[in-house]
């Protein structure tokens, strides 16, 4: 019974009707050892009594941003780093709506636009409300972010009509976050090689080559795999977002092709299982040009010589109990190239970004991939935020265990 075990979850509890079944969410999840914190709108407290919520969850209710639950008033940002998970239930079309677009305006809204790791949310509304264009839309964006909409059901609603818009069952809920937590661990005593962002090739002083990745897609292999036990380390070319070392997390930060060759092939070394999700350059400059170059009136030429392969050469090295997993980024014949790419770098999978495929690459927060194995087999996925796409590449490197 006890499979939440110190999980720490927030729930967020909007003003609906269906507010009243949040104690039983709450009840439950304490049960089964979850560590409980309430945030709650000023309309949710409206329909279930803040002394309920403390009670059951044995601790002070988030409601007021500025008001007198803690000293400091960055209480949501300490709740946000604090939680593992948010459920919101009941989400309200209003909670929806300022989630999607970034509204920020009371307690529950500024916890939710802090929090930057998995939300639940458990609509429930009257059925022209949950049918409405822009609560849908809402929530298609919000799951395009990895927000996990826990569908409403149909049934007696509070307005006195049948229809769609009833909250999903508590033990549903609570069964959706288990299954979320289930994976967690599944990794650990494994050690993981991530390669991720793009290199930078000198060409003076002030000027290089480079690509457009922003590491998005191979920092959050490396944030799953941590999730789920594993020890990582991120060798990491240069990008925009900062990633904080962390228990189980070495971030190993290179510029070059040259540099980001010379830690993963050390790092592999120790490892289980290497991800090479980097834009590795394939040519490099033959000489840095000492200072900044002048500029001329005549045409210049770089002379380019090839980088060496990061993902080839693992696949030279690699031992039969290691498993190496490369991607490959295509804009034509993809399927052939990715299994090219596979045969070629002697890799065990190799995900396949095809830059036809409208939100998937470089600079987006979502991804739409195929997975090529060694088997043959291939796998396309729907589109989703890279995190869940994280997700699903490392569920399918665990079907490779
Ligand atoms: N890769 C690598 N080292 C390189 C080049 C690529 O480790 N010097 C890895 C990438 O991280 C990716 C895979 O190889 O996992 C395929 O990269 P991709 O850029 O799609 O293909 P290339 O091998 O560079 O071939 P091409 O650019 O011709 O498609």
């Known amino acids: ?22 104690p039983l ?12 914190k309430v945030a709650a709108t000023d309309n949710a407290l409206k329909f279930v009594t803040l002394l309920t919520l403390q009670t059951l969850s044995n601790n002070n209710v988030y409601n007021d941003m500025f008001g007198s639950y803690q000293s400091v008033t960055t209480e949501h940002i300490s709740l946000a780093q604090w939680a593992d998970c948010i459920i919101v239930a009941p989400a309200t079309a209003d909670i929806i709506g300022k989630y999607a677009n970034g509204i920020a305006d009371e307690a529950l809204s500024t916890l939710l636009t802090a929090f930057d790791k ?3 949310m458990a609509p429930a509304m009257n059925t022209a409300m949950y049918c409405n264009f822009a609560v849908q839309q809402n929530m298609k964006t919000l799951q395009s972010h990895g927000v996990e909409i826990i569908d409403a059901q149909y049934g007696e609603l509070a307005c006195g009509q049948d229809g769609k818009g009833r909250m999903a069952d508590i033990e549903d809920i609570v069964a959706r976050i288990e299954n979320y937590f289930s ?16 290199t930078r090739e000198k060409i003076d002083s002030v000027r290089f080559i480079s690509n457009n990745s922003s590491g998005k897609m191979g920092i959050a292999v490396a944030g799953e795999f941590v999730a789920r036990g594993a020890v990582v380390n991120l060798v990491l070319g240069p990008v925009q977002q900062k990633v904080q070392a962390q228990d189980r997390l070495n971030v190993i930060d290179v510029v070059t092709a040259e540099q980001m060759y010379e830690k993963t092939v050390e790092c592999f070394a120790h490892s289980d299982i290497a991800v090479c999700a980097a834009a590795v350059a394939d040519y490099t400059t033959d000489k840095v040009f000492e200072g900044k170059m002048k500029k001329k009136d005549s045409n210049l030429t770089l002379q380019l010589v090839p980088t060496k392969d990061i993902l080839a050469t693992l696949g030279q090295r690699k031992k039969d ?15 052939g190239n990715a299994k090219g790419k596979l045969a070629k770098k002697n890799a065990d999978l190799i995900i396949l970004n095809s830059l036809k495929d409208a939100g998937a690459g470089f600079e987006v927060d979502t991804n739409k991939v195929t997975f090529v194995d060694k088997y043959g087999n291939t796998e396309p996925m729907c589109l989703k935020a890279k995190r869940e796409v994280a997700r699903d590449i490392v569920n399918k490197i665990k079907e490779f265990l």
Not at 8 to 19: L, P
Not at 25 to 36: M, N, P, W
Not at 321 to 335: H, K, P
């Open 118 to 120: 998995k939300v639940f």
């Open 321 to 335: 109990s290691q498993l190496l997993i490369g991607f490959a980024l295509e804009t034509d014949n993809e399927l």
């Open 25 to 36: 969410l709450i009840r439950e999840l304490v049960k089964r050892g979850a560590k409980v």
């Open 1 to 22: 019974m006890e499979n939440l075990q110190n999980k720490k979850i927030i729930v967020g509890i909007s003003g609906g009707i269906a507010a009243y079944k949040a």
């Open 183 to 198: 994976f967690t661990q599944d990794f650990a005593g494994k050690t993981v090689t991530v390669t991720a962002g793009p």
